[in-house]
DNA sequence: CATTGGGGATTTGTCAGACATTTGAACGTA
DNA sequence: TACGTTCAAATGTCTGACAAATCCCCAATG
């Protein structure tokens, strides 16, 4: 019942002591040095960091080496209240800013229209935007709204950067709740992109309706979270017992 | 502007391209033919497929061949009223069984008796056990109770595959609430073990600490989850505009 | 002296080919 | 039929090589 090892597995738990080991931002030994210590080819040795790479544990570079990608900060919240990023950011002091961002204007997919109440063609706006956190994409959000909800004017006259903070400010009727889901997907080419990481790679995401206090849905948003950055919270009570 | 992609990136979407196409269980091309088909050579077309593996989308065997784990049915759930997976499963007529299981007998260690409020060295029972998804580990769950709780007599003779049921069941006082944690992270050694998974795997974690009404903390669970069988969802209420 | 522009060394990216190991199916034999 | 052998196919791993990117030192130049 010893079940043997592969070289490759192996291999991946000691290159994951290596790492963790490792101060965050050194580099490591090359690979063809590498692979001598660890007693296999560079081929395999290759295989099995790709792995690591791909979740954003090494940075690579041709011609300069690898590096390790230490653990950072989290940002840590409630999920009983729902407040922006920045909001958050801001009150636990910690530094969030913008990256990339654009908005544009469509006409309601069948999904859209279906989570917004609206009908099929009905125009909306769409606003993505990357969240930084020392000069790293943490978060790519994506946001989309009817335009009676948010008109192009209000959003590029009193946009800073929080959709959700927009809307708690002008919302009319307020804003009441939203309801979120939580999963964890692999990253869609255009994210990948926007976050600077690979297709594929395993990211927090949370799906959010929201609705205004007479029950309309007003915003419907993307949020996708590197995994790492990002630890949420939330106060469950115990529920009826079936049995 | 227009950034040369490296034929890894290439290559990686194209291979998501085929897996997302491919069916469900169907067989990729061998290496080398596939391979060729991409263009790339054995070893590039490999490090990609790694990737791919490490996150669950791809089965190999050696001298069988490379097969598409497909996209399975997902366990959906609202966060806000605490049950257990097998309650939760059984609700929504999803079939789950207990794979592993095992309890240990330990003294409480700093950081459990911290969030146990109980004094270091007190005994604790550990119930670790993996769910089945038709066939398929999709979770591993860690439970930590003082002894006073569960005992050991009551727990091999009343077990059925879920301690939070027990505890609702035999709770004096009864249980009230939990506070669960919601992050990503990185599969430790031991979870990756029982989960048949490569080491360093993202997985989603939900860490909670489980409360009677009395206030007194009963139960410290680590919820390990596979990526795409899980979707949990959860109501937010807008919070105090601080501004 | 400050700046620029070459080498050259180092490192990762990719490739080609080879052999080892595992598996499954076909085949032959008792 | 039942069982063991053989063999083809597929993944696992290794070796060696070259390409491309980067960094650093240093000489040439102003």
Same mark, same amino acid.
Do not use: C, W
């Given at each position: 019942?010893?079940?043997?090892?592969?070289?490759?597995? %192996?291999?991946?738990?000691?290159?994951?002591?290596?790492?963790?080991?490792?101060?965050?931002?050194?580099?490591?030994?090359?690979?063809?040095?590498?692979?001598?210590?660890?007693?296999?080819?560079?081929?395999?040795?290759?295989?099995?960091?790709?792995?690591?790479?791909?979740?954003?544990?090494?940075?690579?570079?041709?011609?300069?080496?690898?590096?390790?990608?230490?653990?950072?900060?989290?940002?840590?919240?409630?999920?009983?209240?729902?407040?922006?990023?920045?909001?958050?950011?801001?009150?636990?002091?910690?530094?969030?800013?913008?990256?990339?961002?654009?908005?544009?204007?469509?006409?309601?997919?069948?999904?859209?229209?279906?989570?917004?109440?609206?009908?099929?063609?009905?125009?909306?706006?769409?606003? %993505?935007?990357?969240?930084?956190?020392?000069?790293?994409?943490?978060?790519?959000?994506?946001?989309?709204?009817?335009?009676?909800?948010?008109?192009?004017?209000?959003?590029?006259?009193?946009?800073?950067?929080?959709?959700?903070?927009?809307?708690?400010?002008?919302?009319?009727?307020?804003?009441?709740?939203?309801?979120?889901?939580?999963?964890?997907?692999?990253?869609?080419?255009?994210?990948?992109?926007?976050?600077?990481?690979? %297709?594929?790679?395993?990211?927090?995401?949370?799906?959010?309706?929201?609705?205004?206090?007479?029950?309309?849905?007003?915003?419907?948003?993307?949020?996708?979270?590197?995994?790492?950055?990002?630890?949420?919270?939330?106060?469950?009570?115990?529920?009826?017992?079936?049995?």
């Amino acid at each position: 019942m010893t079940e043997e090892r592969s070289t490759y597995q %192996r291999l991946q738990t000691e290159l994951a002591d290596l790492i963790q080991k490792a101060p965050k931002g050194s580099k490591l030994p090359s690979e063809p040095l590498l692979a001598e210590q660890m007693g296999v080819s560079r081929a395999t040795l290759r295989e099995a960091m790709r792995t690591f790479e791909s979740q954003g544990m090494l940075k690579r570079q041709q011609g300069v080496g690898t590096f390790v990608v230490g653990p950072t900060q989290v940002i840590d919240s409630g999920l009983e209240v729902l407040e922006s990023i920045e909001t958050l950011a801001e009150r636990i002091g910690l530094e969030v800013t913008m990256g990339h961002f654009e908005f544009t204007h469509l006409q309601a997919s069948a999904r859209q229209s279906n989570k917004l109440v609206i009908a099929l063609g009905d125009p909306v706006i769409e606003v %993505r935007r990357v969240i930084m956190m020392h000069d790293s994409p943490v978060a790519y959000l994506v946001d989309v709204l009817p335009e009676h909800v948010l008109d192009p004017e209000t959003l590029a006259t009193r946009f800073t950067g929080s959709v959700l903070d927009l809307l708690i400010t002008i919302g009319d009727p307020p804003l009441s709740t939203s309801k979120t889901e939580i999963s964890a997907i692999h990253a869609p080419v255009e994210v990948a992109k926007a976050l600077n990481i690979q %297709r594929g790679d395993t990211l927090l995401l949370l799906r959010a309706l929201l609705f205004n206090e007479s029950g309309d849905p007003v915003d419907y948003s993307h949020s996708y979270f590197l995994p790492g950055y990002f630890r949420l919270h939330i106060i469950r009570k115990i529920g009826g017992v079936t049995t």
